[in-house]
């Protein structure tokens, strides 16, 4: 029997390798878009093309756990998507190294000012990495990824007020923890 649109989700399950195949010429442009829109930022097309293939290799590890119809696995395959893409989008970040050919040299900063404002940015990935959960999606797709409160909102499934709330809350935070670690560098 051959894999097609009614029995693909069956024989995925069943561990048919043609189920991948099948799922792998029917998604690969959907998985592709959301993976190149969380991680484009990174402009590295090998982290983008491994982050797709953990994303069908975990597709078929977790085949079982999926329970559902047809078109409710379409979402089931973004959600999978959009969080790999997120937590290679974090590893990527927390390794964010310090090249001289990736610092905009201004001629009005100084070399040490360069360096404060990198170690000022990995301090917020730091630090952002500490919310909680949603509010640090929130923040990655609000000031990383520079999308819109309206389509974090749909994405999310919130409204535009509780994204607000949330960047305002967010905020508040990344502030106290800011000054609570420099009292605690300065000894105070």
Excluded at 83 to 109: C, V
Aim: with cysteine.
């Amino acid at each position: 029997m051959k894999c097609n649109d009614t029995n693909f989700i069956k024989r995925l399950q069943r561990q048919d390798e043609d189920a991948l195949d099948y799922i792998v010429d029917q998604y690969l442009p959907l998985i592709k878009g959301v993976t190149c829109k969380v991680l484009s930022p990174l402009h590295n097309n090998g982290i983008i093309e491994e982050c797709i293939n953990d994303i069908f290799l975990s597709i078929w590890n977790n085949s079982k756990k999926f329970n559902g119809e047809a078109n409710d696995f379409k979402k089931w395959l973004c959600a999978i998507a959009k969080f790999k893409a997120i937590d290679y989008y974090r590893k990527a970040s927390k390794k964010l190294e310090i090249a001289s050919n990736e610092m905009n040299l201004n001629p009005d900063q100084s070399v040490e000012d360069e360096l404060i404002m990198l170690e000022d940015r990995t301090e917020l990935i730091r630090l952002i990495n500490q919310l909680e959960s949603v509010e640090r999606e929130i923040f990655i797709m609000k000031f990383f990824l520079g999308l819109k409160t309206e389509d974090i909102s749909v994405k999310l499934g919130m409204t535009k007020a509780a994204i607000d709330n949330r960047i305002y809350r967010g905020k508040k935070k990344l502030s106290q923890k800011a000054v609570n670690l420099k009292l605690g560098e300065n000894g105070v």
